[in-house]
C-alpha cells in the first residue's frame, strides 16, 4: 500500500486534472463521493456524483455507459446503477444536453467498506470516449483519455429476415451496431407489431458472424406475447467478440418462437 500511494505521488506531479480535461466540448467533475445503504441486494453503496457540462456551441447527446470503479483494496467494481436514466449500468437512453448546461450523475458501487482510498480510480466511457482517472491527494487526475478503439476503419452488414418476421407478427427497423471496445460491441433495434402480431410469445436473437462467415459472438432479449405493446426499442447486451471487430463480417437479427 505504501508503495502504491508513493507513486501516484509522484504520477500526480505531471498529470492533468480531471476538471483541465475537454471530451469534445464536454468538460468532467467528480463534485463527491459517498457511502450509504440501500434497499437493493446489497447492504452498502459508494456513489460517486460526476457533473458533465456542455461547454460546446451546440446541443450534445451524453451517454455514459460500462463505468467502473477499481478500488486497491477490492479491486474492479462495476457499476451497478446510474442516475438519471433510472437505468442499471448505463445511462440510457442518452441525453440531450443544451450548450452551456450540465447534467449531474449519481454512480452506485456495490462494496462493503465505508472509505475511498488513496490510488483508487475511475474508469468512465462517455460517448465514444474512454477516460481513466485516479484519487490522488483529494483529486482526481487524468491517467488516460483515449478514442474507444476499434470505431473507425471498420465495415460490416447489417441483416435480418423479414420472411421469418412476418411469421411471428413483428416487423424489425433501425437496427444498429455500436463498437465499444476492440473485442465488444453493442446492438439495438426497434421492434414492430405486423398484421396482429405477436402471434407466439418470442426472442430477437443477434448473431455476429466474421469474414469467414464463422459464428463469433450472440445475445438475445426475450419477449412474453401479452407483455409486448406494439413498439420498443431492444438494447441488447453488450457482445464480447471471440475476434476483434475489425474480422465482422456481418451482423444478423432475427426472431425466433420461445
Request: a negative charge.
Amino acid at each position: 500500500m505504501k508503495d502504491i500511494v508513493s507513486l501516484v505521488a509522484i504520477i500526480s506531479e505531471v498529470m492533468e486534472l480531471l476538471e483541465n480535461l475537454e471530451v469534445n466540448g464536454l468538460k468532467l467533475s467528480v463534485l463527491k463521493t459517498t457511502e450509504g445503504s440501500s434497499s437493493r441486494e446489497y447492504k452498502h453503496y459508494m456513489g460517486v456524483f460526476l457533473r458533465v457540462a456542455n461547454e460546446a456551441c451546440k446541443k450534445q447527446q451524453v451517454r455514459l455507459y460500462g463505468t467502473r470503479y477499481i478500488s486497491v483494496k477490492k479491486g474492479i467494481l462495476d457499476m451497478d446503477y446510474c442516475e438519471p436514466g433510472s437505468f442499471q449500468y448505463e445511462s440510457f437512453p442518452p441525453i440531450s444536453l443544451l450548450n452551456n448546461s450540465f447534467v449531474d450523475f449519481e454512480l452506485q458501487f456495490a462494496i462493503d467498506y465505508e472509505c475511498q482510498e488513496e490510488g483508487d480510480r475511475l474508469e468512465l466511457f462517455l460517448n465514444n470516449d474512454y477516460v481513466l482517472v485516479q484519487f490522488i491527494k483529494g483529486q482526481w487526475f487524468v491517467v488516460e483519455y483515449s478514442k474507444r478503439a476499434g470505431s473507425k476503419g471498420v465495415s460490416f452488414s447489417i441483416e435480418h429476415l423479414e420472411s421469418i418476421e412476418e411469421k411471428v407478427g413483428i416487423s424489425l427497423q433501425n437496427m444498429s451496431v455500436k463498437i465499444q471496445e476492440e473485442k465488444c460491441i453493442k446492438p439495438y433495434c426497434e421492434v414492430l407489431s405486423y398484421n396482429d402480431g405477436p402471434l407466439f410469445d418470442f426472442a430477437i436473437e443477434v448473431a455476429v458472424y466474421n469474414k469467414n462467415n464463422e459464428v463469433i459472438g450472440f445475445s438475445q432479449i426475450q419477449r412474453d406475447k401479452d407483455d409486448f405493446l406494439g413498439f420498443e426499442v431492444f438494447s441488447f447486451t453488450q457482445i464480447f467478440l471471440d475476434e476483434p471487430a475489425s474480422e465482422i463480417g456481418r451482423v444478423l437479427f432475427y426472431p425466433i418462437k420461445y
